[in-house]
């Protein structure tokens, strides 16, 4: 049906930056929402950045200021900037789809694999 694929996590060094990012592909759909959640170790999955249907950003208070996700739907892609990056950011991040194909009568959520992030001290 359809495949979230991400990319662009690695190792940085706290203060730096990452760029994420997420390719759907596969059937054709309409997105309701998309964006990333994370995963610490020994945590819950946690919402990092939600882009909604209508232009709706939706940030965690930890990353406000910090994190900036983007959308290219042309290109079926989102984006997650992440700059000053701390320590606390470490995890698994996973991006995220509310959206519906086009033969199927409801929306499903999708999910990719993940992508590690390790923010060093």
């Known amino acids: 049906q359809v495949q979230l694929v991400e990319s662009g996590g690695g190792l940085v060094q706290a203060g730096g930056s990452l760029r994420l990012s997420c390719a759907a592909s596969?059937?054709?759909?309409?997105?309701?929402?998309i964006g990333w959640y994370r995963r610490a170790p020994g945590k819950q999955r946690e919402l990092v950045a939600v882009s909604e249907r209508g232009g709706y950003l939706n940030y965690a208070d930890s990353v406000k200021g910090r994190f900036t996700i983007s959308r290219d739907d042309a290109k079926k892609m989102v984006y997650l900037q992440m700059n000053s990056l701390k320590p606390e950011d470490t995890a698994v991040y996973y991006c995220?789809?509310?959206?519906?194909?086009?033969?199927?009568?409801?929306?499903?959520?999708?999910w990719g694999q993940g992508t590690q992030v390790t923010v060093s001290a």
């Open positions: 596969g059937s054709t759909f309409t997105i309701n929402a």
């Open positions: 995220y789809a509310d959206l519906r194909v086009d033969w199927a009568y409801y929306p499903k959520d999708y």
